[in-house]
């Protein structure tokens, strides 16, 4: 399938939003594969993601991105090789290298976790952080 296009209701709000150029959905499977995909989660500030490649499972409303995922988010900009986000628990982890940049600074580390609605990321390890003035 050519231009998915998904959008995840609760209630009357969108919660998110789901854009793929390539949707492959085999019979009797669970999961879609992506390709070229943007994720919008709806919130304020909206966060957005994009990726080369990722795995839709429907039945855990979870996302996983693959192939140079972008997670951008106001004026910063998190960048790593995967990342799962978690629709019902409303969670964003990877255990990959991690860069976050932003005007003003260069943080960058290994694993991530962080809660979409309460804007709190944590990096896990190796942390370095670079301030600009």
Do not use: C
Not at 71 to 81: P, R, W
């Amino acid at each position: 399938m050519n231009h998915l296009y998904l959008k995840h209701r609760e209630g009357d709000n969108v919660r998110w939003e789901l854009t793929s150029d390539k949707a492959i959905l085999p019979p009797g499977n669970k999961e879609v594969f992506l390709t070229s995909l943007a994720l919008k989660i709806n919130q304020s500030p909206e966060i957005y993601l994009t990726s080369g490649s990722g795995v839709y499972d429907i039945e855990q409303e979870n996302v996983l991105l693959n192939q140079s995922v972008e997670l951008t988010i106001k004026d910063a900009t998190f960048t790593t090789d995967t990342l799962n986000w978690n629709s019902k628990d409303d969670l964003i982890t990877t255990e990959d290298v991690i860069k976050f940049t932003g005007s003003s600074f260069l943080i960058t580390g290994t694993g991530l976790a962080g809660k979409a609605k309460e804007q709190k990321v944590r990096i896990l390890k190796d942390v370095k952080a670079i301030f600009y003035r």
